[in-house]
């Protein structure tokens, strides 16, 4: 490893981090549902709330397949790194209409 390669920054610094939390409502059930948003986007967009709802949007016509499926519920949520408390950024009920 060459002194170059240990001065190498592979971008800015995050200073915001984030969180999306959705819920399948079913006719009969709700069920916590993972995050949407990719796992490979770079780290600048992560925590952008126009990303996270479409991803959210992007699991819509997985979701309609299932039997008994209502509509799904997004909730974004961010901070900055120095923050003790996540500040909403959107919630939407109905992220599938």
């Known amino acids: 490893m060459t002194f170059l390669q240990l001065l ?35 780290p600048q967009l992560k925590c952008h709330a126009s990303v996270a709802l479409n991803s959210a949007r992007g699991a819509c016509k997985e979701l309609q397949s299932k039997p008994g499926f209502k509509s799904l519920s997004s909730y974004f949520l961010t901070r900055d790194l120095t923050a003790s408390k996540y500040k909403l950024e959107y919630s939407e009920d109905q992220v599938c209409r």
Do not use: H
């Not at 999306?20 to 079913?26: E, G, L, M, P, W």
């Open 8 to 42: 190498k920054v592979e971008g800015p610094a995050a200073i915001t981090d984030c969180l999306q939390i959705n819920f399948a409502n079913y006719d009969n059930r709700v069920e916590q549902v993972a995050t949407m948003i990719p796992s490979g986007i770079k």
